[in-house]
């Protein structure tokens, strides 16, 4: 029996942490998670504008900021390296073209998931930031779950051997967003994009992907939408094979029913298994996520390595660091918007699916 090893489950951080940092958006997301999350990693946050003011002003005094009236003002009068979006999505590529625009010294910007409404918008976002000279980095945060770093870890150093299988089963209930009911979107490019994100993290690229979906009948009484409940199978040129299940309905849990919530994943390669949970439902209670492995080399054991921090917020940590260490070194951040394109295309990829009835290659879309 070989002894524990000490996975690698935190983000790499940058030697300098004292960029300014300005914040577009002023919601759960930024106010919770990023402005907490980089409080503890100690980066330099320093101004805040949304096209709420009032709000803006709150988070602004919750978290030590300068507030502003609109985003444009901020851009003008702050010395800025670095701009953090949290937008609607149809919102972002106006934003993104403004802070290319007006942000003379930007350097990098971290725009949020998804990167735009569409693959089509997702490159023309890219391809500013590119031409402009701004490195860009995707929030998608996901990567940056303990539990989902730890088992790249896992695969990296070869303890599962050839990856065979992968799957992410998720029964939860989440808040929705306001914008969702006028975009229509529910689950494929809210939570699954962040699945598909973390099979191309683990397994690569894939080669073609089948999807079907059916409307939540609890937010059906809300607003239309088709992706509810979404069933998708994802193959690999090397034999590899990963599934997921993505049920924000859950059965009758609002309606008088006993609740079953949760996330489970599982990774089968030729030499281990890894399995775990994520601790995201169960917000904001702070749960973190698990993870166990086993290999034929440990024998028939259950390795159970354990951490204290969670996906919502510690993990927004992640992609920022990615940013400014990219930005110290020359290199592109590990969630490029370069790299996010292929996530962006594979579900793009799905929604084909749906609509056509068969398996969609994503070479068709990224062609």
């Not at 004292?18 to 919770?32: E, K, L, Q, T, V």
């Not at 907490?36 to 320093?46: E, I, T």
């Not at 949020?112 to 031409?131: E, R």
């Not at 969670?310 to 990615?322: L, N």
Request: charged share 20%; with cysteine.
């Amino acid at each position: 029996m070989t002894s524990p090893l000490e996975l690698n489950y935190q983000p790499t951080l940058p030697a300098k942490r004292d960029p300014a940092i300005g914040c577009i958006g002023s919601g759960f997301i930024m106010a919770d998670c990023h402005l907490v999350a980089y409080d503890a990693a100690g980066f330099n946050p320093v101004a805040i504008a949304s096209q709420t003011p009032s709000h803006a002003a709150e988070v602004a005094q919750r978290h030590g900021l300068r507030p502003y009236e609109n985003y444009l003002q901020m851009l003008q009068q702050e010395d800025l390296q670095v701009v953090d979006i949290a937008v609607p999505p149809d919102h972002q590529l106006q934003v993104i073209e403004d802070v290319i625009k007006h942000g003379k010294q930007v350097q990098g910007i971290l725009a949020q998931k998804p990167l735009g409404t569409n693959y089509q918008q997702a490159c023309q976002i890219v391809h500013m930031c590119h031409d402009a000279g701004i490195v860009l980095a995707v929030n998608q945060n996901m990567r940056f779950d303990q539990s989902v770093k730890a088992c790249r870890d896992l695969l990296d150093r070869k303890c599962l051997g050839e990856p065979v299988f992968a799957s992410i089963d998720m029964r939860a209930i989440p808040h929705w967003m306001p914008w969702q009911e006028r975009l229509g979107w529910v689950t494929l490019r809210i939570m699954s994009i962040h699945h598909l994100d973390t099979f191309r993290y683990w397994l690569g690229n894939p080669e073609r992907v089948f999807c079907s979906v059916r409307p939540d009948p609890r937010t059906a009484t809300q607003f239309s939408h088709q992706d509810g409940i979404c069933l998708y199978i994802l193959e690999y040129s090397n034999g590899a094979r990963a599934a997921a299940w993505d049920d924000v309905w859950s059965g009758p849990a609002r309606e008088g029913a006993a609740a079953d919530l949760g996330i489970r994943w599982r990774l089968e390669g030729t030499e281990g298994m890894a399995r775990g949970t994520i601790g995201w439902p169960e917000y904001p209670t702070r749960s973190p996520s698990t993870l166990d492995y086993t290999t034929i080399e440990d024998g028939e054991i259950w390795r159970q390595p354990r951490w204290n921090e969670v996906w919502f917020p510690d993990a927004f940590v992640g992609p920022m660091a990615g940013l400014l260490v990219a930005l110290e070194t020359g290199e592109q951040p590990e969630i490029s918007g370069q790299d996010n394109l292929a996530t962006m295309a594979l579900v793009e990829a799905c929604y084909r699916s749906v609509a056509e009835h068969r398996a969609v290659e994503l070479a068709e879309i990224m062609q």
